[in-house]
């Protein structure tokens, strides 16, 4: 089974190797961060099963000083308090609407953007629920190094129109979930923005 803690690892060596790369001027130097970085793609290859030229496709050099990326997603409920998902297309699970925060746009912006592409729904961003580092919580391996930010949302409009990278827009219970996108969202982060929604928790979790 994978060991996520020793994947952490592997992504830190080669995230300390690109800053190396970046900043030192020294020849010897280079070459040692080169050889570090070549290590964490070996070492990513055996994990992950990825050819390490398709690694090196999908986690290109950075240019500037390594950073997390971050995702942005919206919890929107029913007057019952049911919750909003789609179906995504890329594993046909469900999760939140949202996605990779854009350059340009602020999160709340984003947010309301994902909305509008992703279901068609006009809303606005309310409050800011929670901000989740993925390594503290059980989703499956990934080689990016991923905060999430949840913002709870109010629907403002009432036509649902499916964007073209969703299958499918419903509302479901709490308690009777369909299988969801682990990768995107968990079920115990969805119960923790609920439960922070109806009981109006006005403080953001942060882990």
């Known amino acids: 089974m994978l060991n996520i803690d020793f994947l952490n690892e592997i992504k830190r060596l080669k995230s300390i190797a690109d800053t190396g790369l970046i ?5 010897y130097d280079q070459e040692r961060y080169k050889e570090l970085q070549e290590i964490s793609f070996r070492l990513l290859n055996t994990f992950s099963g990825l050819s390490i030229q398709n690694l090196k496709f999908l986690l290109p050099p950075e240019k500037d000083y390594p950073t997390a990326k971050v995702d942005i997603r919206g919890l929107a409920m029913s007057d019952d308090n049911k919750i909003l998902l789609v179906k995504e297309r890329v594993d046909g699970k ?19 953007k994902e909305f509008k592409e992703e279901t068609g729904l006009d809303v606005t961003a309310k409050k800011l629920l929670a901000i989740f580092d993925k390594r503290m919580h059980p989703h499956p391996p990934q080689s990016f190094y991923v905060y999430k930010m949840v913002f709870h949302c109010k629907i403002i409009s009432t036509e649902v129109t499916r964007g073209f990278d969703v299958l499918d827009v419903q509302y479901f219970d ?7 996108s682990e990768d995107r969202i968990l079920k115990k982060q969805l119960e923790l923005l609920f439960n922070k929604v109806v009981s109006e928790d006005m403080e953001v979790y942060v882990d």
């Open 23 to 27: 900043f030192s001027k020294n020849e």
């Open 94 to 112: 469900w999760s939140l609407p949202g996605g990779w925060g854009d350059i340009g746009y602020s999160p709340k912006e984003t947010v309301i």
């Open 174 to 180: 709490i308690e009777n979930l369909p299988e969801l």
